[in-house]
């Protein structure tokens, strides 16, 4: 716990806030930038004479609960949130739920690749935005409706046509790949609704499933590479993912150096929907 960096942090937020963005009123006789001490120690449901201490660098360590009064009351921002976990000498709490939304910044970067296949998608599998090489290299993934069953970990383990993307000897070590990183998702975020109905639908629909999340293993996926089975042959990608806000993924899909894999992309690309003869 740092007291000294603590205290002028919480000093300085709460000079910053006015009275009218937490419900009162201004006073004609207010001597104080912001609001008082009184006022904090009132929203947040502790003594005066506690949040006094806090400011002044002489209070014992605050519970996680004060921590997140604080940050409630003074209306900080996610960033200034886990800054005062951190000031408190407390672990940054994880961030739960997973938004569905695309953010524009990440639409922009799709739409600006055009030698790589990229999509955006959940922690729970469901893709939100893909783009032309991502639809072509894996075909138009990204449901309407955000259900469970367009997750691609639920549709791997419950529908073997999800596998034919896939080389056969590399099945198994997708499987693992799959679960391993969900269970890091599931310690994040397991009592949100969405992440409990696809555990609990695939660990009672599939044995496959239920016998690897079994074993506990846990691996966030961060980089990789992937071969997929396409209309022009297998096709070697390099696969990264980069973590976003708001429970988001970014994943780029690159050909090696050296490889033709660029080329086959391309040629994918301009065949699109149309059949082969």
């Not at 099945?171 to 609990?200: I, K, N, Q, Y």
């Given at each position: 716990?740092?007291?000294?960096?603590?205290a002028?942090?919480?000093?300085?937020?709460?000079?910053?806030?006015?009275?009218?963005?937490?419900?009162?009123?201004?006073?004609?006789?207010r001597?104080?930038?912001g609001?008082?001490?009184?006022?904090?120690?009132?929203?947040?449901?502790?003594?005066?004479?506690?949040?006094?201490?806090?400011?002044?660098?002489?209070?014992?360590?605050?519970?996680?609960?004060?921590?997140?009064?604080?940050?409630?009351?003074?209306?900080?921002?996610?960033?200034?949130?886990?800054?005062?976990?951190?000031?408190?000498?407390?672990?940054v709490?994880?961030?739960?739920?997973?938004?569905?939304?695309v953010?524009?910044?990440?639409?922009?970067v799709?739409?600006?690749?055009?030698?790589?296949?990229?999509?955006?998608?959940?922690?729970?599998?469901i893709?939100?935005?893909?783009?032309?090489?991502?639809?072509?290299?894996?075909?138009?993934?990204?449901?309407?409706?955000?259900?469970?069953?367009?997750?691609?970990?639920?549709?791997?383990?419950?529908?073997?046509?999800?596998?034919?993307?896939?080389?056969p000897?590399?099945?198994?070590?997708?499987?693992?790949?799959f679960?391993?990183?969900?269970?890091?998702?599931w310690?994040r975020?397991?009592?949100?609704?969405?992440?409990?109905?696809?555990?609990d639908?695939?660990?009672?629909?599939?044995?496959?499933?239920?016998a690897?999340?079994?074993?506990?293993?846990?691996?966030?996926?961060?980089?990789?590479?992937?071969?997929?089975?396409?209309?022009?042959?297998?096709?070697?990608?390099?696969?990264?993912?980069?973590?976003?806000?708001?429970?988001?993924?970014?994943?780029?899909?690159?050909?090696?150096?050296?490889?033709?894999?660029?080329?086959?992309?391309?040629?994918?690309?301009?065949?699109?929907?149309?059949?082969?003869?």
């Amino acid at each position: 716990m740092d007291r000294e960096a603590l205290a002028q942090f919480l000093r300085l937020r709460r000079e910053r806030m006015r009275p009218a963005e937490v419900g009162l009123p201004p006073g004609a006789r207010r001597r104080t930038a912001g609001l008082r001490r009184e006022e904090v120690a009132q929203l947040t449901g502790m003594s005066v004479d506690y949040y006094g201490r806090l400011e002044q660098a002489r209070s014992t360590q605050p519970s996680p609960q004060m921590v997140r009064a604080l940050a409630r009351a003074l209306r900080l921002t996610d960033d200034e949130s886990d800054h005062l976990f951190r000031l408190a000498g407390h672990a940054v709490p994880d961030r739960t739920g997973s938004s569905t939304r695309v953010r524009p910044a990440l639409a922009f970067v799709l739409d600006q690749m055009r030698d790589a296949a990229a999509f955006v998608g959940t922690d729970t599998g469901i893709v939100l935005a893909q783009n032309e090489l991502a639809t072509a290299l894996m075909g138009d993934r990204v449901a309407a409706d955000g259900g469970l069953k367009s997750s691609m970990v639920w549709q791997w383990f419950t529908d073997p046509s999800a596998r034919e993307v896939a080389l056969p000897d590399e099945v198994d070590a997708h499987s693992r790949t799959f679960v391993a990183d969900l269970r890091a998702s599931w310690a994040r975020r397991r009592g949100d609704a969405d992440m409990r109905e696809l555990v609990d639908g695939l660990l009672e629909r599939s044995p496959e499933f239920a016998a690897l999340w079994a074993r506990h293993e846990v691996a966030v996926r961060r980089m990789d590479r992937k071969t997929f089975v396409t209309r022009v042959g297998p096709i070697c990608l390099d696969c990264e993912v980069l973590a976003t806000a708001d429970g988001q993924i970014l994943v780029v899909l690159t050909p090696p150096v050296g490889s033709n894999a660029l080329a086959d992309l391309r040629l994918l690309a301009v065949l699109g929907q149309q059949p082969m003869g």
